[in-house]
């Protein structure tokens, strides 16, 4: 079973940046889609990026531009690279294989002045 361990969260300043990282156990991380989920409080949980097993991207609208996401299959990780971070992206940030897998414990990220 293929376990995922989130980290790198924190309390950042409007504006500022923060690198997350999602690390996975077991041979099945570099051919799958993994991607970057995350819940606000009161709010349903939504998907910010998503990578494929051949790099390709996609973004929620809300982060275009803002965050990029990448992954190290030699290492078996996943970034998500938070830049021009605002309020709103406040949330618990949670990383998932896109197609199965469980929730994990997540990493709060918290933008405030």
């Known amino acids: 079973q293929v376990q995922l361990v989130e980290s790198g969260g924190g309390l950042v300043q409007p504006g500022g940046s923060l690198k997350l990282s999602c690390a996975a156990s077991?041979?099945?991380?570099?051919?799958?889609?993994i991607g970057w989920y995350r819940q606000a409080p009161g709010k349903q949980r939504e998907l910010v990026a998503f990578?494929?097993?051949?790099?390709?991207?996609n973004y929620a609208d809300s982060v275009k531009g803002r965050f990029t996401i990448s992954r190290d299959n030699v290492k078996n990780t996943m970034y998500l690279q938070m830049n021009s971070l605002k309020p709103e992206d406040t949330a618990v940030y949670y990383c998932?294989?896109?197609?199965?897998?469980?929730w994990g414990q997540g990493t709060q990220v918290t933008v405030s002045s």
């Open positions: 998932k294989f896109v197609t199965f897998g469980s």
């Open positions: 990578i494929t097993s051949g790099g390709g991207r």
């Open positions: 077991g041979s099945i991380f570099s051919g799958n889609a």
